[in-house]
């Protein structure tokens, strides 16, 4: 018969096998985890860029006139945002469906996040450094851009829009 390694530590059977049970659960669940990370393209924010954030209005890249999306020689796009209490800014930002979106976001004062409820869109914004998120939106319609740290008094109407147009339309800017 199977030699169970928990005889070891516990020796009535009921309970030992209630270890297994739960063992067996962490794994799969563990292993769902896993896989959907993989299958849907999940990735943890993993772009180390500091700035400063009192000075952000002085850098070229996070600088008011250079925020919002910007066309790139390859065809992606780049989309330059502030998040700031309370809001990101540019309010208004319209990007193509089904092409590479590219956002760097800074934050002007506190710790904030972005999430595009439907999509895997979703970063912490921490001051201090930049958040880069790669994406891309298959489907057209108006999303909102949602703050889902909480960063003040004014947190749940800190919102912004962005409208995935059809991808024949082009990349407009804001
Ligand atoms: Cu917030």
């Not at 049970?21 to 563990?30: D, E, K, T, Y």
């Not at 909480?150 to 962005?162: A, E, K, N, P």
Request: proline residues 7%; hydrophobic residues 40%; aromatic residues 10%.
């Amino acid at each position: 018969m199977f030699n169970d390694p928990l005889r070891a530590i516990c020796d009535d059977p009921l309970e030992r096998k209630w270890i297994w049970i739960s063992l067996v659960l962490a794994v799969v669940m563990g292993g769902l985890l896993g896989f959907y990370a993989v299958a849907s393209n999940l990735n943890p924010p993993s772009n180390v860029e500091t700035i400063d954030s009192s000075r952000l209005h002085l850098t070229q890249e996070f600088a008011e006139d250079n925020l919002g999306v910007k066309n790139q020689p390859d065809g992606s796009l780049r989309v330059t945002l502030v998040a700031a209490r309370y809001g990101f800014y540019p309010q208004h930002i319209e990007v193509p469906a089904d092409t590479p979106v590219t956002f760097r976001i800074a934050s002007a004062d506190v710790l904030h996040g972005v999430h595009v409820p439907f999509t895997n869109m979703t970063t912490m914004i921490v001051p201090g450094y930049i958040s880069e998120v790669q994406t891309r939106f298959p489907r057209t319609g108006e999303f909102s851009l949602l703050c889902n740290e909480y960063c003040g008094l004014g947190h749940d109407s800190m919102w912004s829009r962005l409208v995935v147009v059809p991808k024949s339309a082009g990349g407009a800017s804001s």
